[in-house]
C-alpha cells in the first residue's frame, strides 16, 4: 500500500473485507453501490414506501430511512413488509443518532444500522473541556458498555452497520484531543470499531463525511492509513460528501469528495447527498461509478517522465496527501505561489470573438460609461487560438494564443504564447514576461530538453494535460516528477470532456480537476468540452444549469470547483442537508428562497438545517446557520451561537438577513440600486 491506497500511479481498488446487507455484498472488489435516503415521515408508511419504490426503480441498491426514536424503528417492520409485498427486496438501512435503544429495534427488523459516534453515547455541548487521561479512558469504557448490545444483536440477525462519522459532530471528549480535525473525526470511529472487533463482529462499513470535500478526503485517507496500521486490514467504506447542496454546486462538491477518493480505487458504496428528491441522486452516483468500472481491466498506469530518475512506487512522494500545503512555485504576473488560481476561457473553436462574447465569461460593456464592469467570475485568461481579437481587452483579462498568432500580435502586453514542447526549446523568441508551454504527459519525449530549458526559469507556466483513461493520476505523476525535480514553473490544469450529458461533465471536470487542487497541484484550470455534442439535464422537472451558452457553463463550473475546493471564494456557499424523516420544514423551497436573496454575499458559508440532529453539528463549516427547530419553527445561528430560537418559519429569512447585518456582512444587492 502507498500511504492510503494500493497504488498512487495506476488505478488498483483498495482490498477491503466483504460485507453482507440482506443479500448484497459490498467490499472484496465486489461493483461499488449506490444508495440513497429517503426524505418523507418515517411514520407515513404508505409514503415511505412510495418514495423507496421510486428509489429503487431510480437504482438504488439500498434505501436508507430515519429512526429518530422506538417509535420509528418499529414501524420500519410495515415499511419492510410493505416493500416485500410488492416484490422489493432491496436492503433497507435505520438512520439513528440520538437513541441507542431504536437502534437496538432497528437491527432486528431491517439488514443495516447506521450509528453516528457522537450522537450514540455523548451529547455534545459545544465546550471544551480539559479531559485527564483517566477521564477520558472513563468515557471510552463507557462506550464499550453501551455499544456492546448493539453488537451482539446485529451479531444474532445478521445485520450490517456502519459506523458513521461526521467532521460537525465529533464529540467534545474528542474535540479535546484532537481538535476539530480529520484525525480527531477516524479517532471517533476506530474507537467503536475497535469494539465491535473485540466481539469478533465485523459487518461493518464506515464512513467520513463533511461538507467540505478537503476535510472528507483528508478523513478516508487517515482512516486507511490507521486501519492498515492497526489491524492490517480494511474495512469496506461509504463515501459521501454531506450537506452538499443542490443543482450545480451539490454534484461538484460531491465529485470532487467522492471522485478524489475512487481515482485511487477508494469506496465500496456511495451517497450523493442533494437538497432534491432522493431518487435524483442515483443518477449521479452511477454517473460517478462507470467512470470506474472498466478501467481496473484496462490496466492503464501512468507512465511519468523525469530528466533522470523514474518516478516508482518506491522514490519519495513529494507531498503529503494527509495534510494541504500548495506546491511551491514562481510567481508569475497572477499566476502560482501566493496568488488564487486562474481560470482560463477557452475559445478556439470560436471562429470569430466579439466584445458581446465576453458576457459569457463575467464581463460585460457598459457603453454609456465607456467601462468594462467585471464581476467575481470572471476569467483570467482567454485562449483565441489563431485568433486576434478586434477590440480592446478589460484590463484585468489577457490573452494566450498560438506562438505563430503571437509573433503577429502588436500589444505583447495582452497576449501571451502557447508553446508545444519543441517550438519552446527551439524558439528565438520568447514573451519577457511568461510564456505558456502545453504538455500531453502521454506524449511528452522531449521531457529531459524541456526541464532543462525550464528549470529555473521564473517565465514559463506549464498547462498539462493527459489522454490516457487514467489523466488525473497521469498528471498527478507528471507533477510529483516536477517536485523531485525541483521545477517551481505554475501548473494550469486542462481538462477535456466528450461527455454528452452536463451531469457527466460536471463531474468529470470536477473529479479531475477538483482531485488535484485538494492536494496543492494547481494554479490553475483550464477546460474544455464539445458544445455541439451536449444534452442538457433536467431534474424535477426544472433545468438546473444557470448558464445561457455553453462558454457561461464552462466558466461558472471552472469557478465552483475552485469556490468547492477552497482555493477561490467567488459567490455565496450554501451547506444543505438532503432532508430526511426528522425535516421540519420544505429543505428544497426554503434552499432556493435563502439564496435567492442571500446569493450575492461573496465568500459567506450558510447553512440550512432541517432538524436539531443536523444542526449545529452538521454545519460545523458554516458561518451562518437556519435550522428546523420544531413544526413552524426556525433557529438562527452565527457560527455555534444561537442567536435567535424558534423563530416562526414566516419571518424566519428576513431574521436571517438581519442577523447577517448585524455581523456587518450584508450589502444590499446592485438591482436596488438600479
Known sequence: MQLYCESLFEYKRLKTIEVKVGDLLFGNYHPIRV????????????ATVEQSIRCIEAGAEMVRITAPSKREAENLRNIKKELRKYGYNTPLVADIH????AAEIAARIVEKVRINPRNYIEKKKFEFIEYTDAEYNEETERIRERFTPLIKICKEYGTAMRIGTNHGSLSDRIMSRYGDTPMGMVESAM????????????????????????????????????????FSECYPLHLGVTEAGDGEDGRIKSAIGIGTLMEDGLGDTIRVSLTE????????????????????????SAAPVSAGNQLNSEQHIPYSPFSYAKRKTFSISNIGSHHVPVVVADFMAAKIIESKDLETIGYSYNEQADKWNISDVAADYIFSADKILPFELPGTLKVICDFETWLTAKNKEKYFP?????????????????????VEVNHFESAPKLFEEIRNNDKVIICVSSSSNN??????????????????????????????????????????TGALMLDGMGDGIWLMNDSKKIINTKVSGRTYLQSKSNHQFINNTSFSILQAVRTRISKTEYISCPSCGRTLFDLQETTAK????????????I?????????????ADADFGYVGSGPGKITLYRGKEIMKRNVNSEIAVEELINILKDSNVWIEPEFEHA
Not at 463482529?201 to 478537503?214: G, R
Not at 447553512?607 to 452538521?618: H, L, Q, T
Request: a negative charge.
Open 418 to 438: 502557447l508553446f508545444k514542447p519543441s517550438e519552446y526549446i527551439s524558439a528565438t523568441e520568447r514573451s519577457a514576461v511568461m510564456n505558456f508551454i502545453s
Open 35 to 46: 444508495q440513497t435516503m429517503t426524505t418523507t415521515d418515517t411514520m407515513d408508511t404508505k
Open 191 to 230: 474507537e467503536f470499531l475497535r469494539v465491535a472487533r473485540d466481539e469478533n463482529y465485523h459487518n461493518i462499513v464506515l464512513s467520513m463525511k463533511s461538507s467540505n470535500p478537503l476535510v472528507m478526503v483528508q478523513g478516508y485517507r487517515l482512516l486507511i492509513q490507521k486501519m492498515n496500521e492497526e
Open 607 to 619: 447553512a440550512i438545517m432541517g432538524c436539531v440532529v443536523n444542526g449545529p453539528g452538521e454545519m
Open 277 to 300: 428528491d432522493p431518487e435524483f441522486e442515483i443518477p449521479v452516483c452511477k454517473d460517478l461509478v462507470k467512470r470506474y468500472e472498466v478501467r481496473g481491466r484496462q490496466g492503464d
Open 98 to 101: 440520538f437513541t441507542p435503544n
Open 471 to 512: 489523466p488525473m493520476v497521469n498528471i498527478r505523476s507528471f507533477i510529483m516528477t516536477l517536485m523531485n525535480e525541483n521545477i517551481q514553473c505554475p501548473i494550469i490544469i486542462c481538462v477535456e470532456s466528450h461527455d454528452t450529458v452536463i451531469d457527466e461533465q460536471l463531474i468529470h471536470f470536477s473529479t479531475e
Open 594 to 605: 435563502i439564496r435567492s436573496v442571500t446569493n450575492h454575499l461573496k465568500g459567506v458559508k
